[in-house]
């Protein structure tokens, strides 16, 4: 079956602990990104990578790490977070990037910053 | 700026009617547009797109109409059933784009 794979889904954590948000696709995608989603803003991009080894940033990428070593995996890295990084991040992986770009969406890992 | 903008945050439409999802975006240079659907505690899923040299497409109950000229994109859902509630958003791309620009989302809610 053809997904997106997010872990953890559910993480609590307190400030200034760095933590690690995996991301695995199976579909052999080229490009993988990362998303936020907070209310009332949409989904914002954070990072993305277009192949392996080859990482740049989105719109919100402030205090957000990314690495890209083996095709399947896009990790999301917080070295030092903060509460205003409490939101609900998605990981997606496509074919190609612009034009008939479908992308695949992860299940979400809703994270809490204390 | 909001280059893609659902300026409805939410609506509610009864079983078997039509509902209607609009989308504005302001970037001329989009030409692919998409529809993602999302339950609560799940990510989006795709549902329907359409090509800027399109000006209508359709699948099943589910069909998206572009206006290029006014910068315009709806997408209809007819009947409506009460599975359809669920958060829509619109998304967009360039052909060298490295991402879709999402709007804010429509809550949606079908009411049987």
């Known amino acids: 079956e053809a997904q997106v794979t997010q872990n953890p889904r559910y993480l609590i954590t307190v400030t200034g602990k760095k933590l690690t948000v995996t991301c695995s696709q199976n579909m052999n995608h080229e490009y993988m990104s990362w998303y936020r989603q907070d209310p009332g803003l949409g989904l914002r991009q954070i990072y993305y990578?277009?192949?392996?080894?080859?990482?740049d940033k989105g719109d919100v990428p402030e205090g957000y790490k990314v690495s890209r070593k083996e095709k399947r995996n896009f990790p999301l890295i917080l070295e030092s977070p903060s509460p205003n990084q409490t939101s609900l991040y998605f990981c997606?992986?496509?074919?190609?990037?612009?034009?008939?770009?479908?992308?695949?969406f992860g299940q979400g890992t809703r994270l809490t910053v204390v | 700026d909001q280059q893609v903008k659902q300026n409805s945050p939410s609506l509610s439409v009864q079983e078997g009617r039509i509902s209607i999802l609009n989308c504005d975006y302001t970037n001329s240079m989009f030409d692919y547009f998409l529809w993602y659907k999302k339950y609560p505690a799940e990510g989006p899923t795709f549902l329907i797109s359409?090509?800027?040299?399109?000006d209508k497409n359709e699948d099943g109950r589910f069909t998206v109409f572009l206006n290029k000229s006014a910068k315009h994109l709806s997408l209809h859902i007819v009947p409506s059933q009460p599975g359809d509630s669920a958060v829509y958003f619109c998304a967009a791309s360039t052909q060298a784009g490295t991402a879709l620009i999402f709007g804010k989302g429509t809550t949606l809610s079908v009411s049987s």
């Open positions: 359409i090509s800027s040299i399109k």
């Open positions: 997606a992986s496509s074919r190609r990037t612009g034009g008939e770009a479908e992308a695949f």
């Open positions: 990578s277009m192949n392996v080894e080859v990482t």
